[in-house]
């Protein structure tokens, strides 16, 4: 019961109700019976949970996708945080942890990207125009020349049967605990409210949107941004 093991300890209660019944013991027979089924619920609802937390982890994975394409690394760094938080309720701690760094150094790729912006409005107006303006001359290609593609250093290595293959090791995602079904809700919440303003999910009819251009929803034609 204390690691949420609700599947199991449904079986194991129905199998206590059943001996209970061959000694005649028909009052816990029926009590244990009982607490099998309501335990049988919570299986169910933890199972349906977990579905939940990956389709919600898939989605912030596309929304980032987007987001990238647009340069939105703040609301990249929100979804990242908020994969990361889903992935630490499911128990893949090492892919959360991966996740919440990507998410740190998009949100210190602001910072550094700010502080540039920053820096260069204090300069005179002529320096500004340089330093945000480079003379087409400069990055103007011979169109007679032919770019050369240089091979690697090192040629690459060959597998052969004799070559000794690691074996890929599957982690087994541990079941979510009782206490982080209720902090489950708030962050799907959160997404949906990442999704929305990427235009990803319709504010008026909730439709979730796949092209990422649609400016009006194709179903209650509210404006997606």
Do not use: W
């Not at 701690?93 to 210190?108: G, P, T, V, W, Y």
């Amino acid at each position: 019961i204390n690691k949420g093991k609700f599947g199991i300890v449904h079986l194991g209660y129905m199998e206590i109700s059943k001996l209970c019944e061959q000694i005649g013991d028909e009052q816990n027979a029926a009590l244990y019976k009982e607490s099998a089924e309501k335990f049988k619920l919570k299986a169910v609802e933890q199972k349906r949970n977990t579905e939940d937390l990956r389709q919600a982890i898939n989605k912030a994975i596309n929304a980032a996708k987007i987001a990238y394409k647009n340069k939105d690394f703040g609301k990249i760094s929100d979804l990242y945080f908020s994969v990361a938080t889903m992935l630490h309720e499911l128990g893949e701690e090492d892919s959360a942890l991966k996740f919440s760094n990507s998410a740190k150094k998009f949100r210190e790729r602001i910072a550094i990207e700010q502080k540039a912006k920053d820096t260069v409005k204090q300069l005179p107006q002529e320096v500004q125009k340089s330093a945000t303006q480079a003379p087409i001359s400069d990055f103007r290609l011979d169109n007679d020349k032919k770019i050369t593609f240089f091979p690697p250093q090192k040629p690459f290595h060959t597998v052969t049967t004799g070559d000794k293959i690691p074996k890929p090791q599957v982690k087994i995602a541990r079941e979510i605990q009782p206490s982080a079904i209720g902090s489950m809700n708030v962050n799907i919440q959160k997404l949906e409210a990442l999704m929305k303003g990427l235009g990803l999910i319709c504010p008026g009819c909730q439709l979730e949107i796949k092209d990422s251009s649609t400016k009006k929803c194709p179903k209650c034609g509210s404006n997606l941004r």
